[in-house]
């Protein structure tokens, strides 16, 4: 993840109040993650982030569009993804305090890197089943993984035949 120091937020050389950071995801960001199900990405981010005396308070806006494999035919599915996250971080020791949308650092620390959290909230605004779909974005199966997944599938029996 060397690549992605871009996303430090360097929050100690900032005063209190509101600060906003814009990154550029690209199809290099989602390299740095192993086995991620996005492949490729055009997408925007606004991260708005309040420093106060004892927390960061930080709001991630993400538009864009990210690729995804088909879950049918295995092939590239464009998805437009536009969402809003939201992410406390509190300075002190960590007591149990933390949850996914609540992280506690040292009151030590002077910077954030983002890049892990883009990431989450990228993958979690992916639908659960990713099809083509013609009608809706004007892309299609592979006709030839069809054909394929067709041939192998199981036929439906009726019970009068026999097996």
Not at 6 to 25: R, T
Not at 71 to 87: A, H, M, S, T
């Amino acid at each position: 993840m060397s690549d992605l120091k871009e996303f430090v937020i360097n929050f100690g050389s900032v005063p209190n109040g509101e600060h906003e950071f814009h990154f550029e995801i690209n199809d290099s960001f989602f390299q740095n993650f192993d086995n991620s199900i996005i492949q490729k990405g055009d997408v925007d981010v606004l991260v708005v982030m309040e420093k106060k005396e004892t927390m960061l308070l930080l709001d991630f806006t993400m538009e864009g569009t990210v690729t995804v494999p088909c879950d049918r035919c295995l092939e590239d599915l464009d998805l437009d993804i536009e969402g809003y996250n939201e992410l406390i971080v509190k300075f002190g020791e960590s007591e149990g305090d933390e949850s996914e949308d609540v992280v506690v650092i040292s009151p030590k620390e002077y910077e954030l890197n983002v890049s892990q959290f883009i990431y989450e909230f990228l993958t979690v605004m992916i639908p659960l089943r990713n099809v083509h779909d013609e009608e809706e974005n004007g892309q299609g199966c592979d006709p030839e993984v069809l054909k394929e997944i067709e041939k192998h599938s199981l036929k439906e029996t009726s019970e009068e035949e026999p097996p």
